[in-house]
């Protein structure tokens, strides 16, 4: 899970830093451009579209992770109280 997030965060980076070094200033469409200009805003669009999915998808993953050591928790807690329990009963059982 942790690899996928890092793979994620790797790929967001170089699609950012590659369409920012391609970014072009607003107003920069030459004669004859006027669909080209329109095809990189889509291009830039679903870029950040993907990007915000991947996000999306490493905060889902990281709330899974966190229920789960909630979880884990827990049982450790259950674990504990049940121990601390037995060891009362077999104190009582020597008096």
């Known amino acids: 899970m942790v690899r996928a997030s890092a793979v994620c965060i790797l790929a967001a980076v170089i699609i950012l830093l590659t369409t920012a070094g391609n970014a072009q200033p607003a107003g920069a469409v030459r004669p004859g451009e006027g669909q080209e200009a329109i095809s990189w805003e889509m291009y830039r669009q679903r870029q950040v579209e993907m990007q915000l999915e991947m996000q999306r998808q490493r905060l889902e993953m990281q709330q899974?992770?966190?229920?789960?050591?909630?979880q884990q928790?827990?049982?450790q807690r259950q674990q504990h109280r049940l121990e601390i329990e037995k060891q009362d009963l077999e104190r009582r059982k020597c008096k």
């Open 73 to 75: 928790l827990e049982l």
């Open 64 to 70: 899974q992770q966190l229920d789960l050591q909630r």
